[in-house]
């Protein structure tokens, strides 16, 4: 609950200061006191009362509502001054502002909130010399200040005045605690001294500011003073103005895509389903039907649902896309079937290769080695020769004999451990290794790989490809595959390795 301090002085509307004087009765704002007399001095937390306007104020003290009691019955002014702080509940002298106004109580009016509005018209300036008494409430001598005012044909008066109007309507404008229908009120002030008066009360100086403005007896001086602080005001309130603009234009610009997607959605549903919808549903239907076990189809649901949290205009959509996409066109479990029959695979060697006996010799031995195990897994063979020999034919027609896929990847010129092993899922642009990107393209889980150039394999501040190879080429190794885009064991029991060096 606030502090009942921070509930007095307060008006609920934003331009509360009105006048209805229009400068004709130079003796309207006459009082019936002197100098030296006693005044009852009502203390104001947080607001200025300045000759010629209206001010309506919430009285919360006890002390306030007695005062506002007995002037009002007996029809007397009272001296209206403003505290230094407003947490003070039982202000002093040394607690008040020494300039004030001489006040006329208008009009009490009781709230419906219980709550007690009081309608000052501030009379003329005057100076708080002591306090005489403390109670019931304060009173004390008072000093009239003479206004120096300039006369009606100076016009670069005239012109001051009429700068401080057109100030006062730009800060209004380009202000968005002051109320548009506000400039009414400054338009039609004719009288100079109570428009200087009334812009001083009204716009939303600081409380030390408006003192100072009250505290100048020259009305020149304090119509160039309040002229430094308009244009001080201004400039803040249109810079301010300026940047909500751009934060509104950003938010609006969001607000209609935010808009324009709901309306594409709205209109694919009633199509039959959302793009995005669709081919979620795709690929969880697509996931029901592949050979997984149970990690790796716990992982894919996992990054499906929170596929479907994300928005497709993140960053992070496409790659998570990606990522779900990859791993439902790995060819998982699919294997093509062996054709073991050593004698159509002699035919096919001596068909595409001449000479070559010790190579062809040895490929068969291997070829019947696998035949007789059944089982064994992830055979290599190294092909070391000069270029153009015929490595990478022979691998060629190895795959041609067995009726597997046939993958080859150069490692030429490879300084990227990521290019074996793929990237990390943390970015955008994430990839897998070309180890899965080839799977992919073989459609098997049983191709014959064809690593040409593999002694050309440099390293860099990236990593050690030739390293990360020690995986792929590893017989104990090879056939349970980590690639860190994955982030998946893959089990590939049956692909051949054929590594090439050239020399």
């Not at 009414?184 to 001083?200: D, E, G, P, R």
């Not at 990839?431 to 098997?444: D, H, N, Q, T």
Request: with cysteine; net charge negative; proline share 4%.
């Amino acid at each position: 609950m606030k502090d009942k301090y921070l509930l007095e002085d307060v008006s609920d509307n934003n331009f509360s200061l009105i006048t209805d004087y229009d400068g004709n009765d130079e003796h309207a704002f006459d009082v019936n006191v002197k100098s030296g007399e006693i005044l009852p001095v009502l203390p104001l937390r947080n607001m200025v009362l300045f000759p010629g306007v209206f001010l309506p104020i919430t009285v919360g003290r006890k002390t306030s509502l007695k005062l506002v009691r007995d002037a009002e019955k007996k029809n007397k002014d009272i001296a209206v001054v403003c505290q230094r702080s407003a947490q003070i509940e039982d202000p002093k002298l040394e607690d008040l502002h020494a300039i004030g106004t001489v006040g006329r109580i208008v009009r009490v009016l009781e709230m419906p909130d219980q709550t007690t509005t009081v309608i000052l018209q501030g009379m003329k300036r005057m100076q708080l010399k002591d306090i005489i008494e403390i109670h019931p409430y304060l009173k004390g001598e008072i000093e009239l200040l003479n206004e120096e005012i300039p006369n009606k044909d100076d016009k670069e008066f005239q012109a001051l005045v009429e700068t401080c109007k057109d100030l006062t309507m730009r800060y209004i404008k380009s202000s968005d605690i002051m109320h548009q229908d506000s400039t009414f009120a400054i338009k039609n002030i004719s009288n100079s001294m109570f428009l200087v008066n009334f812009i001083c009360s009204n716009l939303p100086f600081k409380k030390d500011e408006k003192m100072d403005l009250l505290a100048i007896n020259s009305l020149r001086e304090r119509t160039y003073h309040l002229l430094e602080i308009l244009n001080r005001e201004v400039q803040l309130a249109e810079i301010k103005a300026s940047i909500q603009m751009r934060a509104r234009e950003d938010i609006d610009q969001q607000q209609r895509e935010y808009f324009l997607q709901q309306q594409i959605k709205t209109i694919q549903d009633e199509l039959g389903g959302g793009g995005q919808e669709q081919e979620i549903e795709e690929m969880r239907q697509k996931a029901e039907k592949m050979r997984w076990n149970t990690e790796v189809r716990e992982t894919f649901m996992k990054e499906l649902a929170k596929l479907e949290r994300t928005h497709p205009q993140s960053p992070d959509f496409s790659v998570q896309l990606n990522y779900l996409q990859t791993m439902l066109n790995l060819p998982w479990g699919t294997y093509t079937t062996d054709n073991l029959n050593l004698k159509n695979a002699e035919k096919t060697l001596n068909k595409d290769h001449y000479g070559l006996e010790k190579v062809k010799e040895r490929i068969l031995e291997h070829l019947a080695v696998l035949k007789l195990k059944g089982d064994m897994k992830s055979p290599i063979i190294c092909l070391y020769g000069p270029p153009g020999v015929g490595k990478t034919s022979l691998g060629k027609s190895i795959a041609s004999a067995l009726k597997r896929k046939y993958v080859r990847m150069s490692l030429g010129g490879v300084h990227d451990e990521a290019e074996i092993r793929g990237h990390r899922k943390t970015y955008i642009g994430a990839m897998p290794g070309r180890i899965i990107k080839s799977l992919i393209k073989a459609g098997a889980s049983n191709p014959v790989f064809i690593l040409d150039e593999i002694d050309k394999v440099s390293a860099d501040r990236q990593g050690d490809p030739s390293s990360a190879l020690l995986e792929v080429l590893d017989p104990e190794q090879n056939t349970a595959f980590h690639d860190n885009f994955l982030d998946v064991t893959m089990i590939y029991p049956k692909y051949c390795l054929l590594p090439q060096l050239t020399t």
